[in-house]
């Protein structure tokens, strides 16, 4: 009996432990929306717009930052760039699984 309680409360302190990890986990891949002030639209940053954002780090060139710790022009920059390949990602994005998520 005793092992048996001693058991059980490693058990509950493991999973206490464990899910602040695992919330915290799975929050980082959800979506949320950004607002582009100079196109006065919104955008759903996601995975896919995670993609397109290393796409422009690349191409411009730019070491990695996480979007809200870039300055003001960076970001403007960037969402001005991002605008520019709507239609490119459109035509790409239209028969692939995102079209159904985002439609």
């Known amino acids: 009996m005793r092992n048996l309680r001693r058991c059980l409360?490693?058990?509950?302190?493991t999973a206490a432990l464990a899910s602040?990890?695992?919330?915290?986990?799975?929050a980082a891949h959800a979506s949320y929306r950004v607002?582009?002030?100079?196109?006065?639209?919104?955008?759903?940053?996601?995975?896919?717009?995670?993609?397109?954002?290393?796409?422009w780090e690349n191409e411009t060139h730019r070491e990695?930052?996480?979007f809200d710790k870039r300055n003001?022009?960076?970001?403007k920059e960037y969402w001005s760039w991002r605008h520019s390949h709507s239609e490119y990602?459109?035509?790409?994005m239209r028969n692939s699984r995102w079209a159904v998520r985002l439609a």
């Open 20 to 26: 602040p990890v695992v919330i915290t986990g799975c």
């Open 64 to 66: 990695h930052r996480d």
């Open 35 to 55: 607002y582009d002030p100079d196109h006065e639209d919104y955008h759903r940053w996601d995975d896919r717009e995670v993609h397109f954002y290393g796409q």
């Open 72 to 75: 003001r022009d960076e970001q």
């Open 89 to 92: 990602d459109r035509s790409r």
């Open 9 to 13: 409360c490693s058990l509950a302190l």
